[in-house]
């Protein structure tokens, strides 16, 4: 980093992502198989991932609040990282569904609640420099790129049962590397004349978060169901793992270049292409299953239906929510898309997969159609003006 590397600890904030992300990378295109593998049913599966969406609802916004009102961010950061360490050992215990669902429920409420903290404190580091966020934050597409594809190696030759281990010895390193970071020199908070209620209440706010809803209403079926659609396509465990981390490098590559983008290109314009690119994605994942062209080329797409979409919605909370609001914007964001949105997608799929996985995928695409429109229809509303187009941007 150009302007960053020496007054922020920007390799420790980086491990921190990288091992974060890798839990992402173990848990999240092999978690389906591992559940299939203990005879679970297709709902049972869906109803699973979506506890991995559902705390989201709730944790990044109580936690978002505890953070903003004890000023303690990184020892709530400390402490949420600790217990869910502690609380997935609980999968050693039992393995039938309920006592997963409790030990998942448990483990995610922690482990979803200090992402967003985190990246308060990323943005507190970076101070005046907020665009080189990214270049911060690829480090957690390579942790999972690195993961997804040794794992998906991996499993096609050691049995699926491992990945508990492989998931708790990385939530022990999320927990260690938490604890290499200080905190950043303390800022004045910025004056907010208004109240939390009260932005929330802008139309610009509410259909952004609308949007963002629909787009992880759209993601469930992926994040649930993607894995097992391609093995009954005959996809390898490798070439899954592949497929998976070609998305995420795709992804590392629009972070490195968010910070020129998105001051050129403006970000809802930025937002609503992410949200057509997705439609597109879905339909193509949808009707060419069997063609490895076009299922390449509609992973090499997640650069924009997350990347993009992700940094975005960054910009977008510390934009409309400064100063005393900041932890609780980036949580409600979470909240509102990931937990309710991503556990909703989540659901429905595993209701509908057993009838037609194809149309699984169509719905996903619909989904991703409705948050394009309400995304346009929210960027009528003029936006605060984003700081970075005053400045040199390297």
Not at 57 to 75: C, E, N, Y
Not at 175 to 199: C, D, M, N, Q, W
Not at 253 to 279: D, E, K
Not at 313 to 340: C, D
Request: charged share 10%; proline share 5%; hydrophobic share 50%.
């Amino acid at each position: 980093m150009n302007t960053s590397a020496n007054a922020i600890p920007y390799w420790r904030l980086s491990a921190f992502y990288a091992f974060y992300f890798s839990i992402v990378g173990a848990l999240i295109p092999y978690l389906g198989l591992y559940l299939q593998s203990l005879q679970y049913s297709a709902k049972e599966i869906g109803f699973i991932a979506a506890i991995l969406m559902a705390t989201k609802i709730v944790a990044p916004s109580l936690w978002g609040w505890l953070g903003d009102a004890t000023g303690k961010r990184l020892g709530v950061i400390r402490l949420g990282c600790l217990l869910a360490a502690v609380s997935f050992a609980g999968i050693y215990v039992d393995q039938r569904f309920f006592w997963l669902a409790w030990v998942f429920g448990f483990y995610t409420f922690f482990w979803n609640a200090v992402l967003p903290q985190f990246e308060v404190i990323t943005l507190d580091h970076l101070g005046d420099k907020p665009q080189h966020y990214s270049k911060v934050r690829v480090w957690g597409s390579l942790g999972f790129v690195s993961v997804v594809m040794g794992l998906g190696w991996m499993f096609d030759f050691i049995d699926i049962a491992y990945l508990p281990h492989i998931v708790l010895g990385f939530s022990v390193l999320v927990y260690l590397s938490s604890l290499t970071i200080k905190e950043a020199v303390h800022r004045e908070l910025e004056h907010t004349p208004l109240g939390f209620r009260e932005i929330l209440r802008k139309p610009a706010v509410y259909s952004f978060l609308i949007a963002s809803f629909l787009l992880q209403v759209s993601h469930g079926p992926y994040y649930a169901f993607y894995s097992l659609y391609l093995e009954s396509y005959g996809y390898s465990r490798t070439s899954i793992g592949v497929l998976w981390a070609l998305g995420a490098i795709a992804e590392v590559g629009i972070f490195l270049i968010m910070h020129r983008l998105m001051p050129r290109v403006g970000m809802m314009p930025l937002f609503i292409g992410s949200m057509a690119i997705t439609t597109g994605r879905w339909f193509l994942i949808a009707c060419f299953p069997e063609s490895v062209p076009i299922i390449i080329f509609a992973q090499t797409l997640h650069a924009f239906s997350f990347g993009c979409a992700h940094a975005v919605a960054i910009e977008w909370a510390r934009r409309y929510f400064p100063g005393r609001h900041q932890g609780q914007g980036q949580a409600i964001h979470i909240s509102v898309s990931f937990g309710v949105g991503g556990a909703l997608g989540a659901v429905v799929a595993g209701f509908m997969w057993e009838d037609s996985p194809v149309m699984t995928f169509a719905f996903s695409s619909f989904m991703a159609a409705l948050a394009l429109l309400v995304a346009w229809w929210g960027s009528r509303e003029p936006s605060p003006e984003l700081d970075l187009q005053s400045r040199n941007v390297p």
